[in-house]
C-alpha cells in the first residue's frame, strides 16, 4: 500500500504519460474473474497498468488548466466517508451528514468574509451547500433563477403559456466565461448571450445592459447573468462591482462563478476583487481546486435556496420524515439525489491546515507565478500575454500563432512539463498555471528553461 | 485511525440516531482555526460530534430505502484515486483514468449478459460511462433523446421552430417510476407524463402505447420512455418486453433504469426480467447500491452516445487534444465537467470479490428476503402487499393505514431497525429492504421480531 503511494508521488518520470489511445485494454483479461484474485497482483497492477497512463496533476511540472486539490487530510477524511458510507439526501438519512455540511458552509463563507446573508447562521433564509462541479452549480443557479422568473412573468402576465416564457428567457455571461456556462444553457434549455467582455478580457456592467436592453426592446425576458471571477483563458475578473447594480437594476440573478480564483478569497488582499458580492443571488468557488480539498468539493451559496428547492420538489413517501423543514434536506439543492458524506474532507483540511496555512498556500502559488512572469519578461523573445492574475501566466513567443503552436507543441513532446494553450481574438497563447502543494521555486525555474529551451529549438528550426 | 473505523462498524448501537435537527452546531467552535488543530482531536471529533448523529446503513438492522454498497476493496481503490487524484474530463487529462473506465463497463456488461451492441469491445458506436448517480443517467438519457427527437423532426417538418418542438415533446414513465424521473422532466423542461401501473405495479406496453396514440393525435411528439426495472416502492418491473417494442414502433427512446435491481442481472436465473434489453437505446443499474463499489458509481450503456456527446459538445482550445476522436472524452456523456478515477473501485471490487461472489452476495439477500416472507406470513395478523422480489419485501398488518403508520412510528421509535414506508393508491406499507452486506440468518429473525413486539404493542393499545 504504501509503495502505492510512493510510486504516485514519484514526480520524477515524465508529467505526460507517452501511451497511446487504447493501450490498457491489452494489459488486462478481456472479462472479470470469476473467482478472486489476490491483493498483491492488484496492487502490483497499479503500477504495470495504471501508472503508465496516469497524467501527473499534482507534479510541480504540470501546468495545464487549473490546480486540482490533493492532501492527506482529504484522502483520509474520505477513507472515512467510504467507511462510515451513508447517502445524505435528507437529514433523517444521515443527520451529521448535513449538519456538518451546514456549519462547514458556514466556516468557509466567513474565510472569505461572505455577506452574512449568504449564511446559515444569519438566521435568515440563505445557506450553503457541496455541489460535485461547478458546472452543477452553473445549472443549478440557472435553473432557481428560472424559476423565480418564471413565477414572476406569470404574475405579471396571466395570458403567457410556459413555453412562451422559456422561448424568451434569455441568460447571459461574458464571451470568456468557461464552455460549461454555455452548456448550461444548453442543458437549462435556454438562450445563452455571450456578452463582448472589454480590452483585459473582463465582462462590463455597461456591456450587459446594453444587451439586456436590446433584448427587452425585442421583447424577450433577460433572467440570468454569470459574472466568472477569474476566467479559465486568462484569469480575468468581471466586473462583478458594475454587474451586480446592472443585474439588480433590472431583475436578473447575478451567479458568481469564481471557481478555481475563489479560494484566493480567503486572502483579506485579493477581496476587492469581489466587490458587488453583496449584489449576487448566489456565489460559487471550488475548493477542490485552490483549497487543497480534494475533488469534488464545489461550494456554493445561495441567499434564498427556496427558488431551487421549490422548483425541483418532488416528495415521494419513501423519502418524507418527520424533521422536514426544520434543517435542509440537500437532494432537493442539487442534479443527483445520493450525496456522499463530503463536508468531512473540507472539516479536516479547514483544521490540520488552519486558516493562517491555507493563505500561506495560495500566496505561494501567487508569488510563484510572479517569479515566472519575471523570467519570461527578462528574455526579450517573449511577452506577457495579458495582466498576471492569481497562479496564472498568460505569455508567447513575440510573433505568430503558428511559431506559438511549435512552441507549444515541442514543450509539450519533450515531456518534461505539460501546458495548454488558449486564445482570444485571434491571438494564440500559452498558459502557465501553478498547479502543484509541492512546488518549490526550483520547480517554476526548471519550469522556466524548458520553456527557453523548447523557444531556442523552436526558433532555430 | 483502526480504531475510528471500528466504531463506525459497531452496530450494537441504535441503527437511527436520536439526535434533533440543530445537534451538531454547538459542539464545534462557530469557525476554522487560524492555526492547524491536531489530528488527535480531529480523529476524537469524529467519535465524539459525527457518530451521534450518523445512521447506520451498513447495520444488518438497516432496512430503509435500498442498500448502499460498501467494502474495502472499494476504499482501497477510493485511496488509490484520492492519491492520484486526476481529473478524467478528456482522454489526455489522464488516458489511464478513461481507458479502464471504457474496460470496465465492458467487463460489467458482459457479467450482465447485456447485447454487444452496448458494449465498447464490440467495435461499434456503443460504450459505457460511470455516472454519479441514476437520476443523472435518466437526465443524459433524456437530453439525447431529446437531441435526436429535434434532428428529425426538424428534417421532417422544417416550418417548425425549435421552441415549438421543445414544448410538443412528452415522455413517459411509470406511475411508479422513481422520484428522479419526474424530477429529469422538470430539469430538461419537457413533459413526463405518468402511465398507469397494472395491479402488479407494472408498467405494460398496452398502456404506454395508449398514452402514445393519445399525444399524437393531440399533436404532441412522444420522444422518451423510462422503463424501471425494480421500482422503489415495491421492486416491480416494467414489462420491458413489451416497451420495448412499443417504443420502437414509435420511435420513442428507451431507456431502463434498474438503479437497485439491475445488480441482479449477474445471476443468470434474473436475466427473464430484462428481457426486451436489446430494443432499448440506453441502460443504467449502480453498482453502488447492491455490488459492494462504494458510491458514486453509477453504470450507463448507450448504444449511440453520439446523440448525448454532441448534444452538449461545447470544445474550447484549452481542453482540445490531439487524440481527440480515438478514445472517448467523458466530459462529453455526463453533466458535470469534472470526473474522479471511479474505474478503479470497480476494477477491484471485480477482481477481488470475483464473479462468483458477487453472485453469491445477491442470492444471499434474495435469500434473506424470502426468509422475512416466511415469518411475515407464518403471522395470521399479517400480510405481504405484493410479490417478493429481489431483497425487497412490502408487508402489512392486516388492517388500517392508520395502524400500520402506527407501527412504523412504533418500529423507529424504538430504534434498533428501520423501515421507511410507501404507499400505492390508498393503501400504506412497510418496506424491508435487505441492505448490508454482514446481514446474516439471525438478523433477520431480529428484525421479524422487532416488527412483530411493535405490532403487540401497537395492537394492545
Known amino acids: ?64 488548466y487549473f490546480p486540482t486539490a490533493n492532501s492527506y487530510p482529504a484522502i483520509v477524511a474520505d477513507m472515512l466517508s467510504g467507511a462510515i ?25 466567513k474565510m472569505l468574509d461572505l455577506p452574512s446573508e449568504f449564511l446559515a447562521s444569519s438566521g435568515g433564509k440563505g445557506g450553503g451547500v457541496i455541489q460535485g462541479t461547478a458546472s452543477e452549480a452553473t445549472l443549478v443557479a440557472l435553473l432557481g433563477a428560472k424559476a423565480k422568473t418564471m413565477q414572476r412573468i406569470k404574475m405579471e402576465q396571466p395570458e403567457l403559456s410556459d413555453d412562451v416564457i422559456v422561448s424568451k428567457l434569455v441568460a447571459y455571461c461574458s464571451e470568456q466565461a468557461h464552455s460549461s456556462v454555455e452548456r448550461a444553457g444548453l442543458l437549462g434549455g435556454v438562450h445563452m448571450r455571450k456578452v463582448k467582455a472589454d480590452s483585459s478580457h473582463k465582462l462590463r456592467g455597461e456591456a450587459l445592459e446594453d444587451a439586456i436592453k436590446k433584448d427587452l426592446a425585442a421583447g424577450l425576458i433577460p433572467f440570468y447573468v454569470v459574472a466568472t471571477l477569474g476566467t479559465t483563458s486568462t484569469c480575468a475578473f468581471d466586473r462583478l462591482d ?80 418527520d424533521q422536514q423543514g426544520s434543517a435542509p434536506d440537500y437532494r432537493h439543492w442539487q442534479i443527483p439525489l445520493g450525496r456522499r458524506f463530503r463536508a468531512l474532507k473540507l472539516w479536516f483540511v479547514l483544521r490540520l491546515y488552519g486558516v493562517e496555512n491555507l493563505q500561506t498556500h495560495i500566496q505561494r502559488h501567487i508569488g510563484f507565478a510572479k517569479d515566472f512572469e519575471k523570467l519570461c519578461m527578462a528574455d526579450s523573445r517573449f511577452e506577457i500575454f495579458t495582466e498576471v492574475q492569481m497562479g496564472l501566466v498568460c505569455f ?25 494553450p488558449s486564445k482570444i481574438g485571434d491571438t494564440f497563447f500559452l498558459r502557465m498555471a501553478v498547479c502543484s502543494r509541492f512546488t518549490k521555486s526550483e520547480d517554476m525555474q526548471y519550469s522556466w528553461e524548458e520553456v527557453s529551451k523548447s523557444a531556442d529549438e523552436v526558433l532555430s528550426a
Chains 1, 2 share one sequence.
Do not use: Q
Not at 520524477?12 to 494489459?27: A, H
Not at 488486462?28 to 496516469?54: F, H, L, Y
Not at 456565489?283 to 481546486?289: E, G
Open 1 to 64: 500500500m504504501l509503495k502505492a503511494f510512493c510510486f504516485i508521488l514519484n514526480f520524477k518520470t515524465r508529467v505526460l504519460p507517452t501511451v497511446t489511445p487504447g493501450y490498457l485494454r491489452p494489459l488486462i483479461p478481456d472479462s472479470a474473474p470469476e473467482k478472486p484474485d489476490n491483493w498483491t497482483d492488484v496492487m502490483s497492477d497499479i503500477e504495470r497498468v495504471i501508472m503508465p497512463g496516469v497524467t501527473h496533476w499534482h507534479s510541480p511540472k504540470f501546468h495545464a
Open 85 to 109: 458510507a451513508c447517502i445524505g439526501f435528507t437529514w433523517i438519512a444521515s443527520p451529521a451528514c448535513t449538519e456538518l455540511e451546514v456549519v462547514m458552509l458556514d466556516w468557509l463563507g
Open 242 to 321: 458594475e454587474i451586480g447594480p446592472v443585474g439588480n437594476r433590472y431583475k436578473v440573478w447575478v451567479h458568481v462563478d469564481a471557481a478555481y480564483a475563489g479560494s484566493a478569497f480567503i486572502c483579506p488582499e485579493y477581496r476587492y476583487l469581489m466587490k458587488g458580492i453583496e449584489l449576487a443571488e448566489s456565489f460559487n468557488f471550488n475548493p477542490h481546486k485552490w483549497m487543497l480539498v480534494n475533488f469534488d468539493c464545489s461550494a456554493m451559496w445561495l441567499k434564498d435556496p427556496n427558488w431551487v428547492v421549490d422548483a425541483f420538489n418532488v416528495d415521494p413517501l419513501y423519502l418524507k420524515h
Open 396 to 420: 508567447r513567443l513575440k510573433g505568430t500563432n503558428e511559431v506559438n503552436e511549435s512552441l507549444l507543441k515541442k514543450i509539450n513532446g519533450r515531456g518534461n512539463i505539460h501546458l495548454v
